[in-house]
């Protein structure tokens, strides 16, 4: 019954409550979305700790506590948004989790999980741990609420196309980040002159981070967009391609070491 009440206020764009939420999520909880590969699955099914919990029963709390986040909205409109913003978040943590064993260390990536506390007193091996298990939880809550947005919040292919153009804006944005920080490490770490590393440490401040910071805002305003339904494909096209432009200008200097 409750699912069917659920249906009804979707349809007329009513506010959803928890138990409402909960009756259309439920099939995923009980059994998440076939994303990930078995192994992994299996891997996530194993006892951690000392509880007798496995990763999934952390997924699972994880996506109820997301559900808790759309029930306290006050209206069906900021639900949807809110639902949107979700997918956002976890479509970060998807990207980050694809380039942490791109790095001998943590430092290029290590301060995308601050605001983190479960990423607090971490080792460098128990971040990369933890950041690798927040990658696959991620995705099952990303498919999660993608099939919970489309029941609910009548979450669409345009809607699905504009995240997967906003993962790969981001993907980039995070390539160019954390190559750059990771260049500007090693030339410190190896310059055989103070003023060397000095000059370096100057280009950060001028060039470097300026553009990675534009580049971020540029990725937060096309989220912005897509979470207020107010992304346009055809006049985000050429804003994108102008930044394209300037992408491979900048990686040419401080990607690829030039």
Not at 114 to 123: A, I, N, R, V, Y
């Amino acid at each position: 019954m409750s699912k069917f009440r659920a249906f009804v206020r979707s349809t007329f764009k009513l506010k959803l409550s928890a138990a409402d939420l909960l009756a259309l999520a439920q099939s995923d909880l009980d059994d998440p979305p076939s994303i990930l590969d078995i192994s992994t699955r299996l891997q996530m099914s194993q006892v951690i700790g000392g509880q007798g919990r496995t990763t999934l029963d952390v997924w699972r709390d994880g996506y109820r506590f997301c559900l808790n986040e759309l029930a306290s909205r006050s209206t069906w409109q900021e639900q949807r948004a809110q639902c949107l913003r979700l997918c956002v978040n976890q479509l970060q943590w998807i990207v980050i989790g694809q380039v942490i064993d791109d790095f001998a260390d943590t430092s290029p990536w290590a301060h995308y999980t601050t605001d983190h506390p479960s990423f607090e007193d971490l080792g460098e091996g128990g971040l990369k741990s933890r950041a690798r298990g927040r990658f696959y939880q991620a995705i099952l809550t990303y498919g999660s609420l993608v099939n919970l947005g489309e029941a609910a919040f009548h979450v669409g292919h345009g809607d699905t196309g504009a995240l997967n153009v906003y993962r790969l804006l981001y993907k980039d944005f995070v390539d160019v980040e954390t190559k750059s920080l990771d260049y500007v490490h090693r030339y410190i770490r190896d310059a055989e002159r103070d003023e060397d590393a000095e000059w370096m440490a100057d280009v950060f401040k001028r060039e470097i981070e300026p553009f990675t910071d534009e580049y971020r805002a540029f990725a937060e305003k096309l989220a912005d967009d897509i979470c207020a339904g107010r992304y346009d494909g055809p006049t985000f096209l050429p804003q994108f391609k102008e930044f394209d432009r300037r992408r491979s200008e900048f990686t040419e200097r401080f990607v690829g070491g030039k």
